[in-house]
């Protein structure tokens, strides 16, 4: 999981990992988390699959989007939470 590059890395990291302890918990799936230094960074890491989940801005989000990397982003997110609410559905 890439989150947005942020002032402060640590605070940033403290939250993104405690995400991806829930995300872990909830979809099977081991989530670690990374916080790149700029937003291109973060894009190139969506587009060469080095990352599969990314907390996108908009203009990034477009120009991800519009480069065509690993298919459509927004569709990722949505599969992923589907995959979530089904197994907390299952854990009910």
């Known amino acids: 999981m890439t989150l947005v590059p ?5 605070e940033l990291m403290a939250g993104g990992e405690a995400i991806a302890a829930k995300l872990t918990v909830l ?25 599969q989940i990314g907390w996108l801005p908009t203009v990034p989000y477009i ?18 939470y589907l995959r ?3 197994q907390r559905q299952q854990d009910r």
């Open 27 to 51: 979809t099977g799936y081991v989530i670690t988390t990374s916080a790149p230094t700029n937003y291109a960074a973060l894009v190139e890491a969506m587009g060469s699959g080095n990352a």
């Open 84 to 86: 979530v609410h089904r």
């Open 63 to 80: 120009v991800a989007y519009g480069h065509r990397w690993s298919g459509d982003p927004a569709q990722r997110c949505r599969s992923l």
């Open 6 to 10: 942020y002032a402060n890395t640590q």
